[in-house]
């Protein structure tokens, strides 16, 4: 499974931002989808995760600011990103986990898989 991750850039305080994140490959299903952040120095960290339209969880510095959202026909998964801060800046990586087909069509193993980074700089 492979993601392929856009939409990251230069943006000011306040100001917004809106990263892509699509799914291709074989595959049988994708359970939940993600955007973790790594900044310079620090870990990587979740950022929002989504599995269905209405279940979406956020990390506390984010919430009220980000909104996750997914498109199960499409294998697709955004992060719209309001209100930016500086503590914002970070290269944002997109996540998915689910299913290889297995025989018959049925679930095979799990995977997991890891798009490619995309920046988000915040500063004046």
């Known amino acids: 499974v492979q993601l392929q991750a856009s939409g990251g850039g230069l943006v000011e305080p306040g100001g917004s931002l809106r990263l892509s994140c699509a799914a291709s490959?074989?595959?049988?299903?994708?359970?939940?989808m993600a955007w973790f952040r790594q900044a310079p120095g620090q870990e990587r960290v979740l950022v929002a995760r989504?599995?269905?339209?209405?279940?979406?969880d956020y990390a506390a510095s984010v919430k009220d600011r980000f909104t996750i959202s997914r498109d199960r026909s499409k294998n697709t998964v955004s992060l719209q990103m309001n209100n930016l801060k500086p503590e914002d800046t970070a290269v944002y990586f997109c996540?998915?986990?689910?299913?290889?087909?297995?025989?018959?069509?049925?679930?095979?193993?799990?995977?997991?898989?890891w798009g490619q980074g995309t920046q988000v700089t915040v500063s004046s």
């Open positions: 490959g074989s595959f049988h299903s994708i359970s939940a």
């Open positions: 989504i599995t269905t339209a209405i279940d979406a």
């Open positions: 996540y998915a986990d689910g299913f290889e087909v297995g025989k018959g069509w049925s679930p095979g193993r799990r995977f997991e898989s």
